[in-house]
């Protein structure tokens, strides 16, 4: 029994049903290192938001959040320079890190998103709000990709597309909970076209305004779930029906916010264990089609799609 990936499994079936339904198609090895990486991601993002697994989060003294964030960093660097640790989370990071030979920046980057959280960045266009996504959720995808195998740069730019559109959609199902913990991910610009002040997306009276918005992110997200499926045909087979599988099930969140519309943060939105099932099930010939008749990631310009920054020469 291998303590620190079973610690890591245990969290991304609490954590996240979605991810979890998409890592069981990755290879053991595989599976082990993206549990390991999740924990890591899952706990620093609990620490930031004094939250339990992503629930509960309340909204910390400036102070606090910089603090924790700084303990964090400093418990990152120790595991990436290879400090022994006992602490299953950078235990994890570290045997990843070193195994998949990801470049420690990625990790330092992760946590630069949570320095943004705790200093109360304002996005006031959707370029702004994208490179928060990158940092949250895109980097995170460059890291899996290394973990799966990926060293080129262009199928990198894809992995970081998936990271991106999954954070746009999660920043649009979880809008009205982020507004009552003071965060406001939508692009304050798009607000203001549509009459929604900064502090009211929680009201009753601006759901048709938060709507359009959400409407609008939507759209670019999809854009880069489309963009991230030339990734995907560059994966081996068990790996890209997991991230073919987690692409269908975060973007069907997307289509359901639509579907429900100002409804839509009555209640959470999330795809019922039937639907998922079907959906993973689906990505399996999708993802096939991909590896068997796509275009590389090279073939096709990302066009004006947000793109990560490079790593340095050297």
């Keep these: 029994m291998d303590h620190i990936v079973d610690h890591g499994q245990a969290v991304i079936q609490k954590g996240s049903k979605s991810f979890a339904a998409a890592a069981k198609l990755f290879d053991p090895k595989t599976r082990g290192r993206a549990s390991m990486l999740y924990a890591w991601c899952r706990h620093c993002d609990d620490e930031t938001d004094d939250q339990e697994l992503g629930f509960n989060g309340s909204e910390l003294p400036p102070e606090e959040g ?42 330092m980057d992760h946590l630069d998103g949570f320095v943004m959280d705790v200093d109360g960045r304002e996005y ?13 959720a895109g980097v995170v995808g460059v890291m899996m990709a290394y973990i799966m195998g990926v060293r080129d740069e262009p199928t990198l730019d894809r992995a970081t597309d998936l ?20 965060r406001v991910y939508l692009p ?20 048709d ?23 995907i045909s560059q994966l081996p087979p068990r790996s890209a029906w997991a991230v073919a ?33 079907s959906l993973v099930l689906g990505a399996g010939p999708k993802s096939w089609t991909a590896r068997r008749w ?9 066009n004006d799609l947000w793109t990560r920054p490079r790593n340095p020469p050297g």
């Design 66 to 107: 910089r603090a924790r964030v700084d303990r964090l960093r400093n418990q990152t660097i120790r595991a990436l320079s290879g400090e022994p640790t006992d602490d299953p989370v950078f235990a994890g990071l570290q045997r990843v890190v070193a195994d998949c030979e990801i470049p420690h920046r990625y990790p």
């Design 163 to 182: 990271g991106l559109a999954f954070q746009l959609t999660n920043i649009c199902r979880d809008v009205v909970e982020d507004a009552g913990v003071g």
């Design 124 to 136: 006031r266009t959707l370029a702004d709000t994208v490179e928060y996504c990158y940092h949250v």
């Design 209 to 231: 305004g938060v709507f359009e918005v959400v409407r609008r992110i939507l759209f670019e997200a999809d854009r880069y779930y489309q963009s991230a499926w030339l990734g």
């Design 188 to 207: 304050l610009d798009w607000l203001t076209e549509a009459g929604v002040p900064s502090d009211g997306l929680a009201a009753p009276e601006h759901r």
């Design 294 to 302: 796509g275009k590389g990631p090279g073939d096709e310009p990302r």
């Design 245 to 277: 599988a987690a692409n269908a099930v975060y973007s069907d969140i997307g289509r359901l916010i639509l579907e429900r519309g100002p409804r839509s943060w009555d209640s959470r939105t999330s795809t019922s264990k039937a639907r998922k099932i």
